[in-house]
């Protein structure tokens, strides 16, 4: 199986990064991470003002995978997610959205699927993705913001046996990912989730779909996610809600007006992350409820 090593990251989704890799459609790559600090935090006593790190968030790849085409939509299913045997926290007034003094680093041990909190308490893992993309048809995105193209998107729910599709607007779909989480919730308030180096398998398939899909498109066990990403949370809210409705439009047999009302009945709109560039929104709804029919 293709191994791309974590010595190729780089911190930007952008078409005139050189390729790290080659797959075909269909092949299954494990890219290994660095955590979003560049694995510079290996002690506590570290202050991340000292350290000068130019770009957090960095992402392995990019991987181009042959036969990728502008237009059409990159479908990642995601395997498996490695973690290591620890994690990091850091958190500082200023950043995220707490009031605090002075600034608290933690490197919190990952033991049999738990990690090993302060004060006794344990959390069981849910390894998830949070920096996953392709690259934009023009300029360059660095890899500490959201958009169309994925990017930081950090949604707790892009962990093992998900699939996103993402959007392909370069030739070889050019996609990267790091910013491995061993936890995090809705909205990431203090900035971080619990911030691992690690190993992700996905596998990848072109598709060229004679619908619309509302890319960055997470689709569960039992849901689907329309995800939207914006500097005011109000627009990210309704970008999101209106994928949704689009996409319940194309695929189910219901109308517009129907569609809104389901989605005001059985949708829930969340807030995925508020402390990147761009804000994050999720709209999630369940499958199988609206006689869609979707199987991409
Ligand atoms: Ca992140
Ligand atoms: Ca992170």
Redesign the pocket.
Known sequence: MLRIPKTKVQHFFDAAVPPAAYAASGDTVTFCCQD?YNDQIDREEIDLRVLHIPYY?PVTGPLYINDAHPGDVLKVEILQIRLPEYGVMSVRDGTGSYRMEGSYTRLFPIEDNEICFDAGIRLPVCPMI?TIGTAPAQGTVISETPGEHGGNL?IKDLGEGVTLYLPVAVEGALLSMG?I?ALQGDGETAI??L?TAGEITVRVTVCRPDSYIPTPFIVTKDSYLTTAADASLDKASIAAARKMHRFLQEYSPLNDKQCAMLLSLQGDLRISQIVNPAKGCVLQFPKGIAGEQFDL
């Open positions: 979003c968030n949070g950090d910013d989480h971080c989730g911030e």
